[in-house]
Every structure is written in structure tokens, then in C-alpha cells.
């Protein structure tokens, strides 16, 4: 009986443990902003794990993430997509027609 009584203990406390621990990690949020301006500065991944008590794989995180963000207003702004001329489209026919017809000299 004994025994039984000392394993139950022993699950209760590891199961109260564990909910404690994930309960505090997952609480705590990552602030990329500060990450981003830390790797901007010039100061290394693993620095700036230590200065904002996060770990480097979270730094290596917001750095992905920031990656993909300038990826996709890189592809959805105007200035991104080709050129009319670019994309091989061909003027309208009317404005041909003018710099066809020479100019003449006065």
C-alpha cells in the first residue's frame, strides 16, 4: 500500500511540474522588434539570446519571419511587377503610327 501511495505522490508532483513549466514558456513572447534591431546593429544571434534571455532559435525565428513578411509586400506592391515592355506587350497601335511619321523640318 505503501508504495502505491509513494508512485501517486510521485506522478501528482511530476504532472503538477510539467504544467508549471509549459505554463511559463509559453507565456513569455518573443518582442521580433528588439531581436530585429539587435541583428540590424550588427550583434550576433547568440547575443542577442543572452541580452533578451530568449533562446537563439527564437532569434533564428523572428529573423525567418521578418524574411517571409519583406518577401510578401516585395511581391504584392506595384513596384514589384514587371513592366508592360518587360512582359513582352507591345504598344497600341495609334501611338506606333506617331513616332512612325517623320517630323518635317521647318
Do not use: F, N, W
Not at 534591431?37 to 543572452?50: I, Q
Amino acid at each position: 500500500m505503501r508504495r502505491i501511495s509513494v508512485y501517486a505522490l510521485g506522478l501528482v508532483l511530476a504532472a503538477a511540474l510539467s504544467l508549471a513549466l509549459h505554463g511559463t514558456a509559453s507565456a513569455t513572447k518573443v518582442d521580433c522588434g528588439k531581436v530585429m534591431s539587435a541583428l540590424a546593429s550588427g550583434t550576433k544571434p547568440k547575443a542577442v539570446a543572452l541580452e533578451l534571455d530568449i533562446s537563439v532559435s527564437s532569434v533564428h525565428r523572428c529573423k525567418s519571419k521578418a524574411k517571409q513578411a519583406a518577401a510578401a509586400s516585395a511581391a504584392s506592391s506595384p513596384a514589384a511587377k514587371p513592366s508592360p515592355a518587360a512582359a513582352g506587350v507591345k504598344p497600341p497601335a495609334a501611338a506606333t503610327a506617331a513616332k512612325a511619321v517623320p517630323q518635317a523640318k521647318k
